[in-house]
């Protein structure tokens, strides 16, 4: 079961419309490593995980990736202010112009829309792990993009926020993935010499010796 509250996570405000930027934020609503995707991502793989503490830090994150996409979605709204008009976006999609009245749908920066393909479930608890540190990381990557590319100074402070919160999770999952190490598809994981041989393809040069394989875990 979930329930919503009415209150935003953080509250969001711009210093003034721009609908360019606005833009360039429907990549964190519809985007392959967007709010959405996460949030649909981590629901999803927590459906068959028989490890309580592990399916609620699912659930947890998920629903909190949501509580993210209301905040993006209401930037977008404050970024596009209250006037149609295309010739306000130069570069991406003009959409919220020409189809949806402005409101925050769930399509990309360039207008491509959202699709269930970003989402990665596997079934196997380190790999869905190793998965979601990734996909932390590169939200981070794209919140870190946008920051540049910004001066509103309320934008930059919610972006901060949401990057911030990347973070966290990304620490979560690492921790979570050490509890588990020893299963799924860690489990017998570098025991043959077939996991320990490094093919030297590239020549000139040798930077890399022959592995001894690891399974994946965090410090």
């Known amino acids: 079961m979930f329930k919503h509250e009415k209150n935003l996570l953080r509250d969001v405000r711009v210093e003034k419309p721009n609908p360019q930027y606005a833009v360039l934020m429907q990549e964190q609503l519809g985007g392959a490593n967007g709010e959405l995707k996460a949030a649909l991502q981590y629901i999803s793989q927590s459906f068959r995980v028989k490890d309580q503490a592990i399916k609620d830090l699912f659930l947890d994150i998920g629903a909190e990736e949501l509580s993210h996409m209301e905040m993006v979605s209401q930037t977008i709204n404050l970024l596009n202010g209250h006037d149609v008009n295309y010739n306000g976006v130069e570069v991406g999609e003009i959409q919220s112009h020409v189809l949806s009245g402005l409101s925050p749908v769930l399509i990309n920066s360039s207008g491509a829309p959202w699709t269930a393909n970003y989402v990665s479930v596997t079934g196997d608890l380190v790999a869905d792990l190793l ?89």
């Open 131 to 219: 998965s979601n540190i990734a996909s932390e990381q590169r939200a981070k990557v794209v919140y870190e993009y946008l920051y540049r590319q910004i001066n509103d100074k309320y934008v930059k402070e919610t972006i901060d926020f949401l990057l911030n919160r990347e973070e966290a999770h990304n620490a979560l999952f690492r921790e979570a993935l050490n509890r588990v190490k020893d299963t799924g598809s860690n489990k017998d994981f570098g025991v043959t010499e077939d996991s320990k041989l490094y093919f030297d393809l590239s020549k000139p040069g040798k930077y890399f010796e022959s592995p001894e394989a690891k399974k994946p875990e965090f410090v």
